[in-house]
């Protein structure tokens, strides 16, 4: 499929609509219902809108920007790390070249020998900072740019990727640097890297709604959930979870998406459509919350004004 956009591009440049005749001109029919599951609507409809096609590529084009852009600092790393591994070789090969030639003495070798224990003492702790963050970028590796990652309770994209820290954007598009050696001793949620997650909902109802506008609620939140098969999983799950207060049943709603979170914005905008959905077979089969009633007993009662509510008896 990632061979053929301009192709497809130019077949619906003059036609609203691409059906699946039109991509059986490039490839086999299975791998044309195949690609016909990676557009929005696309299984619902049989036909393949502009407004797809566009969100398509655009999605494509983020993903190849991330992955050039993680080679691209991954490259940067590696230069890095090529670079102090080739001074601590030079140290080494020079030492070694002294020795050889007879020019470095027993005197000379407690000097350095000296030497480097000072250096060990001031630049130890960075050292082994180095060290940790080097083995948490090339060996753990739990994220590359562009991942949709979760520290410390907070989401945000992995910007950039450096030997000793890394960059992350926050929701709010302001730029958080961690040291690597800190982020090797937290635990990192990695969006991207997740399979196809799921989603619930949790909503309450009146305890005393009828169990056959109950059973109707359930099967007509399963069968919208099930009709968009682009978007979720089959067989949803609409239970009764428990009885809250004595006057209010507890409903969760769970379903899982054919995606991940990596996108959070399209999760929501599905999420929304299922929430849209429950609030119209509210409002059809007449369901609701009410409050448990309450007794209010007021005594002595002084108004400093004459004016009632309009509510009040007079």
């Known amino acids: 499929m990632l061979g053929y956009p301009c192709e497809l591009i130019n077949a619906v440049k003059f036609s609203r609509y691409i059906y699946l005749v039109d991509l059986m001109r490039f490839m086999r029919e299975d791998e044309a219902r195949k690609t016909m599951g990676l557009f929005e609507g696309a299984l619902e409809w049989k036909r393949v809108s502009r ?7 655009v999605n494509v084009f983020r993903e190849r920007r991330a992955l050039a852009l993680s080679l691209n600092d991954t490259k940067t790393a590696v230069n890095k790390l090529h670079q102090m591994v080739n001074f601590v070789v030079v140290i080494v090969v ?18 350095l020998s000296s030497q480097l224990l000072l250096v060990a003492f001031i630049f130890g702790n960075t050292c082994k900072m180095t060290f940790e963050a080097i083995i948490f970028l090339f060996v753990t590796h739990p994220f590359d740019v562009g991942d949709q990652c979760e520290v410390d309770g907070v989401q945000m994209v992995v910007e950039e990727m450096n030997i000793l820290t890394t960059v992350f954007l926050r929701y709010d598009n302001q730029k958080i640097t961690y040291p690597n050696h800190e982020l090797a001793t937290k635990t990192i949620g990695n969006y991207y890297r997740s399979p196809d997650m799921g989603e619930s909902i949790d909503f309450c109802i009146h305890v005393a709604t009828p169990v056959e506008k109950v059973a109707v609620m359930k099967q007509r939140i399963r069968g919208y959930i099930e009709s968009k098969k682009e978007h979720w999983y089959p067989n949803p799950m609409v ?6 207060d004595w006057n209010k049943l507890k409903v969760s709603i769970w379903f899982q998406h054919r995606m991940n979170h990596q996108d959070m914005g399209e999760r929501f905008t599905r999420r929304e459509l299922v929430i849209q959905e429950m609030i119209s077979v509210f409002r059809e089969l007449d369901i609701e919350y009410r409050m448990l009633p309450l007794d209010v007993n007021l005594r002595d009662v002084h108004l400093s004004s004459s004016r009632l509510p309009s509510t009040w008896l007079k």
């Open 51 to 57: 407004r797809s096609l566009k969100n398509w590529v």
């Open 94 to 111: 020079i030492v070694i070249w002294l020795l050889i030639l007879g020019i470095a003495t027993t005197h000379f070798l407690v000097l």
């Open 239 to 244: 239970v009764l979870r428990d009885i809250e």
